[in-house]
């Protein structure tokens, strides 16, 4: 079992940075991918990154490409989003996700994934 929590969020002015983190708790395997994913308001959830956890390439959203960038911990099961010249359309609750058979196949379908975090808010002003 892997719990998974996020932390990060916040209110930030558009143009600016935030890093999220994503702290697994249990063991995290080099079959598994992590990723994120956010939901705005009256949105279905969408795919952010994701990153297998054996170090492979990395996969992006088209919206977030050149300005976002995931990333793991050496030496602890955590996995980081950071987030640059954000724009207030990424307002959304953020999402760490866990895909145990992902590793060799990124995914960026919600429903594949088999873990998910509690969400961490992110609110960019105009």
């Known amino acids: 079992q892997v719990q998974l929590v996020e932390s990060g969020g916040g209110l930030v002015q558009a143009g600016g940075s935030l890093r999220l983190s994503c702290l697994a708790s249990?063991?995290?395997?080099?079959?598994?991918?992590m990723a994120w994913f956010r939901q705005a308001p009256g949105k279905e959830r969408e795919f952010v990154a994701v990153?297998?956890?054996?170090?492979?390439?990395?996969y992006y959203a088209d919206s977030v490409k050149g300005r976002f960038t995931i990333s793991r911990g050496n030496a602890e099961n955590t996995v980081y989003l950071q987030m640059n010249s954000l724009k207030p359309e990424d307002t959304a609750v953020y999402y760490c996700?866990?895909?145990?058979?992902?590793?060799?196949?990124?995914?960026?379908?919600?429903?594949?994934?088999?873990?998910w975090g509690q969400g961490t808010q992110v609110t960019v002003s105009s």
């Open positions: 996700a866990a895909d145990r058979d992902g590793a060799w196949a990124p995914r960026r379908v919600s429903g594949t994934y088999d873990y």
């Open positions: 249990g063991r995290i395997f080099n079959n598994y991918a």
């Open positions: 990153i297998p956890w054996n170090g492979g390439r990395t």
